[in-house]
């Protein structure tokens, strides 16, 4: 009468090691991306670094979705352009600290996010992605029209202000190490949930949904939550983004943002750790050289859809992955 | 003057006719999808960048070679059909058997590349396209003004559907083409070129779109973007449908083009936005759209 449970425990035991192992795994990998992310500033324009963190951070809070949980959403730019709108908002008519107003458009995304995954995934696969996709437009009439977001103009000028209102965030140089820690408290949280027990379940999810309804895991509402994750974390990128280059506009609402991002994790690596913060270094070079070039830039991107589609869906981390036999 | 609700009833008419124009094209459009959909398990996101080019090529048709409204209403589909062909023997086919969104991401790659590589010869702003001298002028109704243009594009529109729908639910070849959504294995053991139909069958969903890109050039300018836009809400379209019904995808398109026209008389601030409305009250109610079966 024991066996079967006794084989059940070593059977958890055997998958939390490997869970472990895992984790274990990614320390060098982590390591270098420390190293290198605090090396850049000195060789690299912080600038364009900022840039690369904060579309690496909404790519990771994709990649949590699409990756983990299996749901493409087309509409992610509601969450990250919401987000950048409110705290935009927040800092030049409310006149609140930098933290607050991050924390504004990440409130805001997240309840976004609770609204558009409350009614989305009520369908399921494609359908989710054109729902998503639908409500993300709706969205960006309403953000053409509001008041508060100055229409075609944007919301400009949008002060740094002092973290905690002791630091100034003027120089590019401290703004960056701010961006950072925030790309990293990020990235570190999406790690941990991905580990987790919740983590495992959303992979179950992803894997076989009837089987995981049958084992009793409510995977709406597992869904729902990986949705709202992902959302608020979309929102920390929007929210610092349109602080750090003083800019909300409607660009970041669009659909062509959605886009962008599902192409960063998609060349990246789809359910890999590093994946979207290489996709977003590559996507973010490509557009600043090509865009002198003016329009091919669109060409560039719906080239290298195709590409990865047809011929690399494993993405550049993935494909890496795969030759040095370890997760990364 | 007659008002109904508080409005003149031109206005009213007038709204409704352009109601009926935007649903026939939302109509044509989603049409294409629940084919394509139906058979190859692709939502066809270069849907309307191919209706885009249905209308560029009719525009360059004109401009190069002197070829007019009605010989390009026949060529255009053609030439873009024909396009539509070469991409699912070239890309579509290779992806076949995996999970669909790949196929979404695909032609959404394809959408952005045939829309940039308009938008860099042909700008943004687009050109005019001279309407058809036979068919410029229009008819007093006494209840309102009709544009002889837009009666005529209604008419295609309802025509080509009704044709369509005939043929996939009353013919031979629509047999064929409704067995292999069902079941291809079981079909092609049966001597049946499936993968031939599958690449006519795309054709014909990126024909139709060619047709209503060539109607729509007189209406509305010919320009890159112009499919951008318009293939989210054919999306919602498809969303409160749902693919598994042709004449479901006809009656929703129409019906939601008339709604819209409705809602610019009477609250024009929400006449962009109407439709993604009803997809959300859709989904709360029926989640699997008004003629879906399943999810």
Known sequence: MTAPVEAETRGSLRGRTRSRDEVRSMRIPILILIVVCVGAPFVIYPVILMKVLCWALFACAFNLLLGYVGLLSFGHALFFGAAGYLAAHAAKVWGLPFELAVLTGVVTAAALGLAVGWLAIRRQGIYFAMVTLALAQMFYFFCLRAPFTGGEDGIQGVPRGKLLGLVSLQSNFTMYWVVLAIFLLGFFFIFRVIHSPFGQVLKAVRENEPRAVSLGYGADHYKLIAFVLSAALSGLAGGTKSIVFELASLTDVHWGTSGEVILMVLLGGLGTVFGPIVGAVVVVCVESFFAQFGGWVTVIQGGLFVVCVLAFRRGIIGELSRVLRRPL | ?295
């Not at chain 2, 308009?118 to 309407?131: D, I």
């Not at chain 2, 320009?223 to 989210?232: N, Q």
């Open chain 2, 1 to 295: 003057m007659t008002t109904v609700f508080g409005v003149p009833i031109q206005a009213l008419f007038s709204q409704l006719l352009v109601g009926l124009i935007n649903g026939s094209f939302y109509a044509l459009l989603s049409l294409g999808l629940a084919i394509i959909f139906g058979l190859l398990n692709i939502v066809n996101f270069a849907h309307g960048a191919l209706y885009m080019l249905g209308a560029l090529t009719a525009w360059l048709l004109l401009e190069h070679f002197g070829i007019g409204y009605w010989p390009a209403l026949i060529l255009s589909p053609l030439v873009v059909g024909l396009f539509g062909a070469v991409i699912e023997r070239t890309m579509l086919k290779r992806i076949r058997g995996l999970d669909p969104i790949y196929g979404l991401l695909l032609t959404f790659g394809l959408a952005l590349v045939i829309q940039g590589v308009a938008r860099n010869y042909f700008g943004v702003s687009g050109e005019p396209y001279e309407m058809p001298p036979q068919l410029s002028g229009g008819k007093n109704l006494g209840f309102m003004f009709l544009p002889n243009y837009r009666g005529w594009v209604v008419l295609v529109s309802v025509v080509i559907c009704g044709l369509t729908w005939f043929v996939i639910e009353r013919t031979r070849v629509g047999s064929y083409l409704r067995a292999s959504t069902e079941n291809p294995l079981l079909v092609q053991a049966f001597g049946i070129n499936v993968p031939r139909l599958i690449t006519l069958t795309y054709g014909l969903g990126v024909a139709l779109a060619a047709l209503a890109g060539v109607m729509a050039a007189p209406i509305y300018r010919v320009s890159p973007l112009m499919g951008a836009d318009l293939i989210i809400v054919v999306f919602a379209v498809v969303v409160i449908g749902g693919m598994g019904s042709i004449f479901g995808s006809i009656l929703t398109g129409f019906a939601l083009g008339v709604i819209e026209g409705l809602t610019k008389v009477y609250y024009p601030e929400a006449s962009n936005t109407v439709v993604f409305v009803i997809m959300a009250l859709v989904l709360l109610v029926k989640p699997a759209g008004l003629f879906g079966r399943t999810a």
